[in-house]
């Protein structure tokens, strides 16, 4: 069967995304259309680009995430310049060399920009902090930039999407009046984009799924804050389930997937082949449970 589906951020937590891969393939069902955030871009560019379970599963198995942590060369004698880097390019890594692994990984399926794939099949969501609004690429580029949206990369839209504050350097775009926009992680203002189908919602032609890294909405607990650190995770948290958690509560209950990892942070690059098991095989279970029950 033929469904759209839409994925959350969440970072490394994604390798639960590869087992819920597997037993949808096993049960039959395959992508027409995908969007996602941050991790959630990743998988979905993938799928469009038209890898299927076994290749997802051997791409992410076999990859080292540690080489992701691309700093400045003076770090390796001089830690603090990290800090500094922090401070003023505003993320600890550069993430060039994540992008040039998307790039690479979709350039074996021969695609490059939005042109290479059926119209309407990716949707990629990011944050433009310049004009403080959620974008959707390649949908909004034309409007926003100014930009030739079928011309665009996909790999510089993943890239855009998965850039984690603080962590990678935001990415920066200029639009046609020459002026420099600062795009980070789209999963700050909706991690389950489920809105993004929203216009085909009364004439949907297939079941729409989400899948999100984490548990049920009313499960999750923001904790007691005491001090400063806390109260910025608090905030973001906030942002990232309030706008989306309201949408999915009044038209999308009973299609969201939901795979609670707690065990592994968002941002744990040096997880061992047997962390990654363990998400793969949570991904299948939780899958298999949650299509028991699901209507489609």
Do not use: C
């Not at 033929?2 to 891969?21: E, P, Q, R, Y």
């Not at 800090?83 to 060039?96: N, T």
């Not at 942070?265 to 040096?270: C, I, K, L, R, S």
């Amino acid at each position: 069967m033929k469904i759209d589906g839409v994925f959350s951020g969440g970072g490394v937590k994604a390798f639960a995304f590869i087992g819920a891969m597997e037993q949808l393939e096993e049960k039959g069902y395959s992508f027409e259309r995908v969007a996602g955030s941050s991790a959630g871009a990743i998988l979905a560019s993938l799928l469009a680009a038209g890898y299927k379970n076994e290749e997802l599963k051997e791409i992410f198995m076999d990859l080292d995430v540690k080489q992701f942590m691309d700093g400045a060369r003076l770090e390796r004698y001089l830690p603090f310049i990290k800090w500094i880097s922090l401070y003023f390019a505003l993320g600890l890594y550069k993430g060039d060399v994540f992008e040039h692994w998307i790039h690479d990984t979709l350039a074996k399926k021969n695609i490059y920009t939005f042109a290479d794939l059926p119209p309407g099949t990716l949707k990629v969501i990011v944050a433009d902090l310049t004009v403080g609004k959620m974008v959707v690429i390649p949908d909004d580029v034309k409007r926003i930039y100014g930009v030739d949206p079928s011309n665009f990369p996909v790999a510089k839209a993943v890239r855009m999407s998965a850039s984690l504050p603080y962590f990678f350097r935001p990415k920066k775009i200029w639009d046609q009046k020459h002026k420099k926009h600062i795009i980070v992680d789209g999963s700050l203002l909706s991690n389950l984009p489920m809105w993004v189908f929203d216009g085909d919602r009364k004439f949907q032609k297939r079941p729409l799924l989400g899948i999100k890294l984490s548990a049920n909405y009313d499960k999750i607990m923001i904790g007691k804050i005491t001090d400063a650190l806390k109260l910025t995770k608090s905030l973001f948290t906030t942002m990232q389930i309030a706008h989306d958690q309201r949408y999915i509560v009044m038209h999308q209950q009973n299609n969201v997937l939901f795979l609670p990892v707690s065990e592994v942070g968002v941002a744990d690059f040096h997880l061992s082949q047997a962390s990654k098991q363990n998400l793969v095989d949570l991904g299948k279970t939780k899958t298999a449970a949650f299509l028991k029950n699901w209507p489609h």
